[in-house]
């Protein structure tokens, strides 16, 4: 055996699958002889160095049948680039040697990682078609760090784990390579070998951009990179003025289900943005909400149970699609908040747990690893490596997707150590508090750098208990989103409509009890998906009543949420007053609106609702501050009577909403109002169009000034049955009605 040889145990284990540094071994190596290449590829009977022109260099001899070779190559420097040259009984081949190219990463990468401040992550790790060395293939890096070996896997190696094993950066734990000849489109997956020898399921990568269809699992190369941007306009318009006070009335959408296609098959990303994009926009919402479109296993998870945190999902198309349906709402002016699941992950074997052989993601406690309601893994928010990764990922769909905001789902599980476990089944911290401490600081430095990174975008806490300040500023003390979903009102008001009249008068204060804590928090009013599944029933076939009483009550209902302090989001179906239970399996049964006045009625209201809101600055422009809203009548719990008034601005005219929630109407009704003069009845939720009555006050009622209510002026109305209405002061040189909806006039 010559010196320069590779000692037998180094061979051995390498053929093995069970070398610590394959890059020590393989590729060009500087000997006191010179030169040495070595190389593997079983498939050989033999191999030759050659000039990437194909002049011959030297044959290499087979040392191990496997497919280990080695040669000795004097006089030759170790970074003159080589290719190698393979033949058997079948032909003859060439590679680019993997070994033969130096790290993709470099030492910032590895102190930004461990520091947990690496905040592109993404363009790091992951797989990216690249250029090394002026030779073209794919840069794969991943983070293992109790990893005893990692290689990337594909059709490309033959799914052999032995061939493209990767250099480990012992600063950070971070595996790379460089895979010359590899690029978009290729499946791949890691083979992993534990600390303690075992061999793990393959893995999905962490950071893949791209999935396979369910129900495979690999990842896929794709760029994200490259998209061709025309929102730029959008973009800068979303910077100007502050979020809390411009209108934001948010269409939640499941793309798997809003509209199917011919024997049930998934719409498109382009086919989702030629359809959905311009009803949204028809209907006058200003924001599209997407249940999370992150790849996950499981459609019944719909979407909350991801795998592949980088990846749109394949059900739809690829990335390409989906940068292309975001651009298309931009274009239409409508603004894109994506569900964002930082909480917590699925336990699927081809996922992030265990990833490298135990808890690397998750919290190694289980206790805090592990969550009881949904059986998957929970995130170690202490680990920087795993804060850096998610804040990343934040970062990553702001960035390469331009998506506007994040609605962040299950905040409230992430904020208690004791979240829906009993006495014994979690530990306090050391001063009995019940606070995720770890997962609190993630939540703030995340929203810190989303806002500094992206203005004008929005993050939305949906957090379900009284934890103070989840909207206030990380500097003020609170967690930092821009607005947090309110649970309160929401139940609070589906139980008071779905309450027989005559009982409401008892359950008077589920409606004015929201107001005393409305603007304690910047809050969105939310009828979103979990609201019309699980057995609870669709928001119509909540409501009391006859058929009639049933759509009168939820327009009333839809007239007082629009009217009510905060942000509006409403879930797919519910516009039209979708009759069946939502199913992830099957469209919106969107023949309904075809059928009789009602259901058309509904979706015609929501869609006046939405521009009465958007035109009228009472209405938004100070949703989250106590000075734009004023009980006028708050205590007539007898007649199930409410109102109150919206103001914007100084110059901002006021608007006025009475409901009337019994099915008795009611003609001669005063209301106090804040000015005398002429007030335009701009929204009637009991219009002949909307599937009502007809009754109303014939567009317009005059203030004379007679105190009612604690206001100087007042006017006697006529209250239709089950019915909201909106009445704004108007000057008395203002005749025209030009900018509001005709058909909302009586």
Excluded at 5 to 19: F, K, N, S, T
Aim: proline share 7%.
């Amino acid at each position: 055996m010559h010196p320069w040889q590779a000692p037998e145990r180094e061979v051995d284990a390498l053929v093995a699958g069970r070398h610590h540094d394959p890059f020590s071994l393989l590729g060009p190596h500087e000997s006191p002889q010179g030169l040495v290449l070595r190389a593997f590829v079983p498939d050989a009977q033999t191999l030759e160095a050659i000039e990437p022109d194909g002049t011959a260099i030297a044959s290499l001899m087979l040392r191990n049948a496997a497919g280990f070779f080695e040669g000795l190559v004097p006089g030759r420097p170790a970074w003159a680039r080589y290719r190698l040259r393979a033949r058997n009984a079948g032909g003859e081949w060439l590679i680019d040697d993997p070994y033969s190219f130096p790290p993709v990463l470099g030492p910032l990468d590895d102190h930004l990682l461990v520091e947990g401040t690496h905040r592109t992550l993404y363009e790091r790790l992951g797989a990216h078609p690249d250029s090394h060395e002026g030779i073209d293939g794919v840069r794969f890096a991943v983070w293992a760090p109790n990893a005893a070996r990692v290689s990337v896997v594909g059709d490309f190696n033959q799914w052999d784990g032995r061939r493209h094993q990767m250099r480990k950066r012992v600063d950070s734990g971070l595996w790379e390579i460089f895979a010359p000849g590899v690029g978009e489109g290729t499946i791949y997956k890691y083979e992993i070998v534990s600390a303690d020898g075992r061999l793990l399921p393959l893995k999905a990568d962490p950071f893949g951009f791209a999935g396979e269809f369910r129900p495979a699992t690999g990842s896929i190369v794709a760029r994200t990179d490259t998209f061709a941007w025309s929102d730029a306009e959008h973009i800068a318009a979303r910077a100007e003025g502050e979020a809390r006070r411009k209108p934001m009335s948010t269409y939640e959408v499941h793309l798997g289900s809003w509209r199917r296609g011919e024997e049930n098959r998934f719409l498109t990303y382009d086919e989702l943005a030629d359809q959905l994009i311009p009803y949204v926009q028809w209907m006058g919402f200003t924001h599209i909400e997407l249940l999370p479109i992150s790849e996950h296993p499981l459609d019944a998870s719909w979407g909350y149970q991801p795998i592949g945190l980088f990846a749109p999902t394949s059900r739809f198309g690829d990335p390409a699609g989906f940068a292309r349906f975001v651009d298309k709402a931009h274009q239409a002016g409508l603004s894109v908040i994506l569900d964002w699941v930082p909480a917590h992950f699925p336990t699927d074997i081809h996922g992030l747990s265990h990833f490298d052989g135990g808890p690397l993601y998750e919290h190694s406690d289980p206790q805090r690893g592990f969550h009881p309601d949904w059986n998957t893994a929970i995130y170690d928010f202490g680990r920087r490596e795993v804060a850096n990764m998610l804040i990343a990922n934040a970062l990553y769909w702001l960035d390469r997707f331009h998506v506007d905001g994040l609605r962040v789902d299950a905040v409230a599980s992430m904020l208690y150590l004791d979240y829906s476990r009993k006495h014994g089944e979690w530990s306090p911290n050391p001063d009995g508090s019940n606070d995720n401490k770890d997962a609190v600081s993630f939540l703030r430095r995340a929203n810190e750098i989303i806002y500094a990174e992206h203005p004008g975008t929005v993050v939305i806490a949906e957090e379900s208990t009284s934890w103070a300040g989840v909207s206030q500023p990380v500097f003020a003390g609170g967690l930092g989103f821009g607005f947090k979903w309110n649970m309160g009102w929401m139940h609070d008001t589906l139980d008071y409509l779905s309450t027989e009249p005559i009982y409401r008068p008892w359950h008077h204060d589920k409606v004015t009890f929201g107001v005393t804590y409305a603007f304690s928090e910047n809050f969105v009013l939310p009828l979103s998906h979990d609201e019309v599944v699980h057995g609870k029933g669709t928001i119509l076939t909540r409501m009391p009543g006859d058929d009639w009483q049933k759509f009168a009550t939820m327009r009333a209902g839809y007239g007082m949420m629009w009217a009510n302090s905060g942000k509006k989001l409403l879930f797919m179906g519910q516009e039209f007053a979708q009759r069946r239970e939502w199913s992830e399996e099957r469209s919106l049964d969107w023949h309904l609106v075809g059928m009789g006045p009602h259901h058309r009625g509904m979706q015609l209201l929501v869609r006046d609702l939405n521009l009465v809101y958007r035109e009228t600055p009472a209405l938004h422009a100070r949703d989250c501050e106590p000075e734009g809203f004023s009980w006028i009548v708050v205590d007539d719990r007898q007649q199930s009577v409410f109102a109150w008034a919206r103001y914007g601005d100084a110059d901002d005219a006021p608007v006025v909403m009475v409901a009337n929630l019994t099915p008795v109407p009611r003609s001669d009704y005063r209301v106090g109002l804040p000015r005398a003069g002429r007030w335009r009845e701009i929204l009637n939720t009991d219009a002949a169009l909307y599937g009502g009555s007809g009754m109303g006050n014939l567009g317009e009622v005059t203030a004379v000034e007679e105190p009612a209510h604690g206001l100087p002026a007042s006017a006697a109305l006529v209250l239709p049955p089950l019915a909201t209405l909106y009445f704004k002061w108007e000057p008395e040189s203002r005749a025209d009605t030009a900018d509001l909806p005709k058909q909302n006039l009586n």
